[in-house]
């Protein structure tokens, strides 16, 4: 999209009734907002929460329809704006491609979104890595704290996917070049401190919070980064990186992004700020969470809603009929190809969502996301079933049309948000054990049968009782593929059982999290990565990062 068909950011900070002064500018196209005129005004705003069920690999379109949602909205005349996360340059770089939504329902500018942005991801990084650097300063000097190698939990990170730092050995060279040690890196998008300042509603809590953060284990004690004395530091880089992002769609209508991506390895929620900012500035919020409900959605009612005291109004589940197919049994690469014996069985997977959802109080609606492939036959059978189930339901395609290939969902949202009432509650209290929660996630959630842990995250679980961290919240990662912990039991799986091999502890975040299966936080790149379809002329124009 040509910048000439974008306004600049001034114009559309006016629709949220915010002015030049009230925002710090990034160029003609991009903004903060600043924590003192975010908090200026009350919530006053719906929240709808936009939700998926397991995508297939090439995702589901879930940024794309909360865009086309918001522009739609905006359409009929509702003041709405999209409080979106942040892309990461790993997906970018790698399997997915750009992460601003798609077709008519963008966020712009998307290649400078895409990449850089206001450098939030890069402050994150830099924080996390200093940290990383006065850990190994204190191996070399011992003058502080006289650490243990072998009990320092904090690694690197880097918002690249690859593989091989996964796991690695530092401090190489000679007694001058440190304290040789095993250790590895996860991408940005998993890091703590990307945690922390999602979830911090303001400097003082972030600050806080960066203090609580555990970077190792000495006898039956923790060692935190207040014991370190480093969370000055770190908060002086995420001062501006705390702000959140102001930017417009296609169709020149708000966006607030802010946060971090990756459910399946992450929380997966963008940040509490620029939900209330949203909550503050306008009269309906969209927001998303990463992949399905069993990801991002259990992940923003049980860790960010309680956090930020937030009761969404209503959610939004994104479905493809593809993703139907997908899950009824229909092989990748087939699942354009209509066939409604897949299509009924991979409703299995769609139902479980819906039963999650309500599981926890709120009202529903479906978006089926419409592509080019999709028959009539298909839509109507899909339209039929849901309505004869009572669930509310509306095809889209904001991808071909923009906000007019949403209003018919957009009609819907408004009136069940006239209609309904949200009883929104948590799956689980604090006060619950670690094991209770992880037990109630995986069987309510999930539907597994049980949890099984392997010995190193039994030992973490023993020391984090001695601790006495069981108020801490649960943040699973998870295969986005599957109900289950392995990619391959599609649908609706049973009697399974969730191998937690170990826990990492994000205490400043306020949670823990348990690696199912075989996840790992630093993902690789596939075999014919997006960064070969990059290209950049002699004007410096990008193109291939969609």
């Not at 114009?11 to 009230?22: K, N, W």
């Not at 990186?241 to 769609?249: C, D, F, G, I, R």
């Not at 969502?353 to 592509?371: D, K, S, T």
Request: aromatic letters at 4%; a negative charge.
């Amino acid at each position: 999209m040509m910048s000439q068909d974008l306004k600049p950011i001034t114009e559309i900070a006016t629709q949220i009734g915010l002015s030049r002064s009230d925002i710090v500018q990034y160029g003609t196209f991009k903004a903060k907002i600043p924590l003192d005129i975010v908090y200026q005004q009350p919530r006053r705003a719906k929240l709808v929460l936009v939700t998926s069920i397991n995508p297939t690999p090439a995702g589901e379109g879930k940024t794309t329809m909360s865009v086309g949602l918001s522009q739609a909205l905006h359409r009929i005349g509702v003041n709405a704006t999209a409080v979106l996360r942040e892309p990461s340059m790993g997906p970018t770089f790698g399997m997915k491609g750009g992460a601003t939504g798609g077709g008519a329902s963008r966020v712009e500018p998307s290649t400078a979104i895409n990449l850089h942005f206001t450098g939030d991801f890069h402050a994150i990084t830099a924080a996390h890595n200093l940290l990383a650097a006065l850990i190994d300063n204190e191996l070399f000097h011992g003058s502080r704290l006289h650490l243990d190698p072998k009990r320092v939990l904090w690694k690197r990170v880097l918002d690249v996917n690859d593989r091989a730092l996964r796991h690695i050995i530092v401090g190489l060279g000679g007694p001058g070049q440190g304290v040789v040690r095993e250790t590895g890196f996860d991408i940005t998008a998993a890091s703590e401190v990307m945690a922390v300042l999602t979830l911090a509603r303001d400097l003082p809590d972030l600050k806080t919070r960066l203090s609580k953060m555990v970077i190792a284990s000495q006898g039956h004690d923790m060692i935190t980064v207040a014991d370190l004395g480093a969370e000055d530091a770190l908060t002086a880089i995420l001062d501006e990186a705390m702000m959140p992002n102001l930017v417009q769609t296609r169709e020149q209508t708000p966006v607030i992004m802010h946060g971090g991506p990756f459910a399946n390895i992450a929380h997966g929620c963008n940040s509490i700020v620029a939900t209330e900012a949203g909550l503050r500035l306008s009269d309906v919020v969209i927001t998303e969470a990463g992949f399905g409900a069993d990801l991002g959605a259990e992940k923003f009612l049980d860790i960010k809603a309680p956090e930020a005291n937030l009761a969404p109004d209503l959610a939004v589940v994104v479905v493809t009929l593809r993703a139907l197919r997908y899950h009824g049994g229909q092989s990748l690469r087939e699942i354009n190809r209509p066939n409604l014996d897949a299509l009924h069985s991979g409703m299995a997977n769609l139902n479980k969502h819906l039963e999650n959802l309500r599981r926890f109080g709120l009202p529903i609606v479906v978006a089926i996301n419409q592509f080019p492939a999709d028959t009539e036959e298909e839509i109507e059978w899909l339209l039929k079933e849901l309505a004869d189930h009572g669930v509310p339901a509306a095809l889209a395609d904001v991808f071909g049309q923009g906000g007019f290939g949403g209003e018919r969902l957009a009609h819907l949202v408004m009136q069940q948000l006239d209609e309904t009432s949200s009883h929104y509650a948590p799956l689980y209290e604090k006060t619950e054990s670690l094991e209770q929660k992880i037990e109630k996630i995986v069987t309510s959630i999930y539907g597994g049968s049980g949890v099984d842990y392997a010995p190193a995250a039994l030992k973490t679980l023993a020391r984090l009782h001695t601790w006495g961290e069981d108020a801490l919240r649960v943040c699973i990662a998870k295969t986005q593929y599957s109900l289950s912990d392995n990619p391959k039991l599609l649908g609706r799986p049973e009697g399974f059982r969730v191998t937690i091999r170990d826990i990492d502890i994000a205490r400043g975040a306020g949670y823990i999290v348990p690696l199912a299966g075989d996840m790992i936080r630093m993902p690789g790149l596939p075999k014919d990565p997006a960064a070969y379809r990059v290209h950049v002329d002699d004007d410096g124009m990008v193109t291939g990062i969609e």
